[in-house]
């Protein structure tokens, strides 16, 4: 009887290792939701390059977890993103979710990571609000709140006074004219037209013309990442730039993606933004060398340094939990992170988990025979009140 008893107490310790071995050694699941298709595929094949860049540069285990990526195509429609994001946090059993090219298919997403209590990182959408409707988003791109405040600021003090807004009308298009009307008319400036454009197929000519008409100092511009270049075309087209009109806005006008196809009709555009491929680092130049050979010579923007950041966050949190985080220690592990990233300093705010950083003005210049947005000045940690 002692011998068997001492044999079943051996063949108990032995399983309880193998479990616990068998729960480090089991992969660390990140579901991306990306828009791959559709119109902002951009979007998407930024990100998840950026993503593989990371991981390329800091391997793929963290803290004795094998980290395994399983990438869905959302095509930017939010039903689609929270049926995925569903289907990955059940069946999938992902560890954390990461991606959301577009306010709304983040926030379709944010009642599947609260139920589920699966850490959700935002690696693209914008609008101020959406990490605050699931306590477990954390975001790592931007918000207007930090492009459209900061442009205002450098509007008046640059006696740019009569302003034209021109926004995308959802969350951030709306973020941003509001944000950017408050502070340039409490600087003493005055926006004598708002303009909102539809999300789907937009043509800009019309609204144009309405901004030529109005005869102010400049337009201010908000629209996703994308539509930036027929914008450009048709701003210099209706001869805006002639009659002396400046375009000025959030920095995804002059997305480093797609900047060179725009020609000289974007030199000189002034714009505010979280991130430029021109950054003046050593970890950028080195983050904008690896990104071009990895991926044919191509310029990563705004939304791949958001990718990038994304998995350090991620990868740091597994660390700090030894890899044993899920849920809300992961979220918890998240939060006061604070690094060097190819866009600069940031940090994640422990009570909002939102981002804080520098937002730079930058102007469009030639340089070397292609176009950049230089960086001209700068507000150091912007950070959302979280409204």
């Given at each position: 009887?002692?011998?068997?008893?001492?044999?079943?107490?051996?063949?108990?310790?032995?399983?309880?290792?193998?479990?616990?071995?068998?729960?480090?050694?089991?992969?660390?699941?990140?579901?991306?939701?990306?828009?791959?298709?559709?119109?902002?595929?951009?979007?998407?094949?930024?990100?998840?390059?950026?993503?593989?860049?990371?991981?390329?540069?800091?391997?793929?285990?963290?803290?004795?977890?094998?980290?395994?990526?399983?990438?869905?195509?959302?095509?930017?429609?939010?039903?689609?993103?929270?049926?995925?994001?569903?289907?990955?946090?059940?069946?999938?059993?992902?560890?954390?979710?990461?991606?959301?090219?577009?306010?709304?298919?983040?926030?379709?997403?944010?009642?599947?990571?609260?139920?589920?209590?699966?850490?959700?990182?935002?690696?693209?959408?914008?609008?101020?609000?959406?990490?605050?409707?699931?306590?477990?988003?954390?975001?790592?791109?931007?918000?207007?709140?930090?492009?459209?405040?900061?442009?205002?600021?450098?509007?008046?003090?640059?006696?740019?006074?009569?302003?034209?807004?021109?926004?995308?009308?959802?969350?951030?298009?709306?973020?941003?004219?509001?944000?950017?009307?408050?502070?340039?008319?409490?600087?003493?400036?005055?926006?004598?037209?708002?303009?909102?454009?539809?999300?789907?197929?937009?043509?800009?000519?019309?609204?144009?013309?309405?901004?030529?008409?109005?005869?102010?100092?400049?337009?201010?511009?908000?629209?996703?990442?994308?539509?930036?270049?027929?914008?450009?075309?048709?701003?210099?087209?209706?001869?805006?730039?002639?009659?002396?009109i400046r375009l000025i806005?959030?920095?995804?006008?002059?997305?480093?993606?797609?900047?060179?196809?725009?020609?000289?009709?974007?030199?000189?555009?002034?714009?505010?933004?979280?991130?430029?491929?021109?950054?003046?680092?050593?970890?950028?130049?080195?983050?904008?060398?690896?990104?071009?050979?990895?991926?044919?010579?191509?310029?990563?923007?705004?939304?791949?340094?958001?990718?990038?950041?994304?998995?350090?966050?991620?990868?740091?949190?597994l660390e700090k939990t030894?890899?044993?985080?899920?849920?809300?220690?992961?979220?918890?592990?998240?939060?006061?992170?604070?690094?060097?990233?190819?866009?600069?300093?940031?940090?994640?705010?422990?009570?909002?988990?939102?981002?804080?950083?520098?937002?730079?003005?930058?102007?469009?210049?030639?340089?070397?025979?292609?176009?950049?947005?230089?960086?001209?000045?700068?507000?150091?940690?912007v950070k959302d009140p979280?409204?």
């Amino acid at each position: 009887m002692k011998k068997r008893s001492l044999l079943s107490l051996l063949a108990c310790s032995v399983l309880g290792l193998v479990g616990s071995a068998n729960a480090q050694d089991e992969s660390f699941k990140i579901g991306l939701i990306l828009p791959m298709t559709g119109p902002f595929a951009s979007t998407g094949k930024q990100i998840e390059a950026a993503v593989k860049l990371y991981m390329a540069h800091a391997g793929s285990t963290v803290a004795g977890r094998k980290v395994e990526l399983i990438l869905k195509d959302d095509g930017g429609v939010p039903d689609a993103t929270k049926r995925l994001a569903s289907e990955l946090v059940t069946s999938g059993r992902v560890n954390v979710l990461a991606g959301f090219g577009l306010t709304p298919s983040a926030l379709s997403a944010a009642s599947v990571a609260t139920q589920s209590q699966t850490p959700a990182v935002i690696m693209a959408a914008a609008t101020s609000s959406a990490v605050a409707t699931s306590p477990f988003f954390v975001r790592t791109s931007y918000t207007l709140y930090q492009s459209a405040s900061t442009m205002a600021q450098w509007a008046a003090k640059n006696k740019i006074s009569k302003v034209v807004t021109l926004v995308s009308d959802y969350g951030p298009g709306l973020d941003a004219e509001k944000i950017f009307s408050e502070r340039l008319q409490a600087s003493g400036g005055k926006v004598v037209e708002t303009l909102r454009v539809p999300m789907r197929n937009p043509d800009f000519a019309p609204f144009l013309q309405r901004v030529r008409d109005s005869a102010p100092d400049a337009v201010f511009v908000f629209v996703p990442s994308g539509p930036g270049a027929a914008l450009m075309k048709q701003f210099t087209e209706r001869g805006l730039d002639k009659a002396g009109i400046r375009l000025i806005g959030d920095g995804g006008i002059t997305d480093d993606d797609q900047l060179n196809d725009m020609g000289d009709a974007a030199t000189g555009v002034v714009t505010s933004f979280h991130y430029s491929a021109a950054h003046d680092s050593a970890l950028n130049r080195k983050f904008v060398a690896d990104f071009g050979a990895a991926n044919k010579g191509q310029r990563p923007n705004f939304m791949a340094v958001g990718g990038y950041d994304g998995m350090a966050v991620i990868y740091a949190a597994l660390e700090k939990t030894k890899g044993q985080g899920k849920g809300q220690a992961l979220v918890d592990a998240m939060k006061g992170l604070s690094f060097e990233s190819p866009r600069g300093p940031i940090s994640i705010d422990a009570q909002t988990r939102d981002i804080l950083q520098d937002i730079y003005i930058r102007k469009v210049e030639r340089r070397e025979g292609q176009l950049y947005n230089i960086e001209i000045d700068k507000v150091a940690g912007v950070k959302d009140p979280g409204k």
